[in-house]
């Protein structure tokens, strides 16, 4: 009777790991890259600690992004941490702002051996005029989209890393912090979390499927139509 609790149990076991065996494993790392307007004051493009506007007119330090990659041990479709944000709200002068700036996020596949894959993902620059309650005056950093262009192959399998958003916020940040906003109080510096999923690469809607189709009839036609010329 015990050697089959035993055996029961070791199976269970089994069953549970090979259930939450990771299916990619690897560490990232990131840069800023590509702010808009060209013209904004800044320094840190292509490094991973970004700073955008003139705040010398205030004595204090312009605002200021950066990310600390890591490791990752994941299933597919299911989050994980790809590293840690940190934002600084400075003051900036008119004219010296930029409006988006790109994270080029790194993920270095160990598991599968596919090496880095990298993607780009903008990150809005929302400013406030400071003209009103500290929570009123935090700036915040937002996701307009969370997929990258970048497709990668496991496999036959096509897929892309989609940002789920960011989460734990610490520090000075404002409450309404969501998924896609990062908000931090004017002077103040805060942390969130950055989360991404290994999920498969949107199928092409309907639509797209009808106008191949359409498309493909049109040749098909014209090619009639010349071979019955000839």
């Not at 599968?112 to 915040?140: E, H, K, R």
Request: with cysteine; glycine share 10%.
């Amino acid at each position: 009777m015990k050697l089959k609790t035993i055996v029961l149990a070791s199976a269970l076991c089994l069953s549970f790991a090979q259930a939450q065996a990771a299916d990619v494993e690897g560490s990232t790392s990131g840069k800023w890259v590509n702010p808009v307007p060209g013209t904004a004051t800044m320094t840190g493009v292509g490094t991973s600690a970004f700073t955008w506007g003139d705040s010398s007119a205030f004595g204090g330090p312009p605002n200021k992004l950066s990310f600390t990659g890591d490791a990752f041990s994941s299933a597919f479709e299911t989050k994980f941490k790809v590293g840690t944000l940190s934002y600084f709200n400075g003051t900036t002068t008119n004219g010296t702002t930029a409006d988006t700036v790109d994270l080029a996020l790194a993920l270095n596949f160990t598991a599968p051996a596919l090496g880095n894959v990298s993607g780009n993902y903008g990150f809005l620059l929302n400013s406030t005029p400071n003209s009103g309650t500290p929570d009123q005056n935090a700036d915040f950093v937002s996701l307009p989209s969370l997929f990258s262009a970048t497709s990668f192959l496991i496999g036959s399998t096509e897929y892309r890393v989609k940002l789920t958003g960011f989460e734990n916020v610490v520090g000075d940040g404002f409450l309404a912090s969501t998924a896609t906003e990062f908000h931090v109080r004017e002077g103040g510096t805060a942390t969130a979390d950055l989360y991404a999923v290994v999920t498969t690469a949107p199928v092409p809607e309907p639509e797209t499927y009808a106008l191949m189709l359409a498309g493909l009839g049109v040749v098909g036609m014209m090619a009639r139509r010349r071979r019955q010329q000839a």
